[in-house]
């Protein structure tokens, strides 16, 4: 059974860091990227970060470039997503999804590390940034 359970969200202040996890199993993980997606309230999911376990490539769009990182640990399966300098916008549910890569179409240079290509999904994990 394929599995990705989020955790580590919570409540911080403004300007504060969180750091959000991905398990991932019932899959091969080398073979997939990982992304985290966020959906405020009445806003739609958007995608905050990828990493491809086949070459490391990673994503940022620009609203959280310089204040977010993603890395993964192969070995434990696992994706973390560090988020700094937190602000009240990046409140949401914060999700983490697996999309199958390819050496001959790399997901990452493909931009196909999106809503609609996502293979499994998790849970979400809770992120509220107090002002």
């Known amino acids: 059974e394929v599995q990705l359970v989020e955790s580590g969200g919570g409540l911080v202040q403004a300007g504060g860091s969180l750091r959000l996890s991905c398990a991932a199993s019932?899959?091969?993980?080398?073979?997939?990227?990982i992304g985290w997606f966020r959906q405020a309230p009445g806003k739609e999911r958007e995608g905050v970060s990828c990493?491809?376990?086949?070459?490391?490539?990673?994503y940022y769009p620009g609203s959280v470039k310089g204040r977010f990182t993603i890395s993964s640990d192969n070995a434990k399966n696992t994706v973390y997503l560090e988020m700094n300098s937190l602000k009240p916008e990046d409140t949401a549910v914060y999700y983490c999804?697996?999309?199958?890569?390819?050496?001959?179409?790399?997901?990452?240079?493909?931009?196909?590390?999106?809503?609609?290509?996502?293979?499994?999904w998790g849970k979400g994990t809770l992120v509220t940034v107090s002002s």
């Open positions: 999804a697996a999309v199958r890569d390819f050496s001959d179409l790399p997901v990452i240079r493909n931009n196909l590390c999106n809503n609609n290509a996502m293979d499994y």
């Open positions: 019932g899959f091969s993980f080398d073979e997939y990227a």
């Open positions: 990493i491809s376990a086949l070459d490391g490539a990673t």
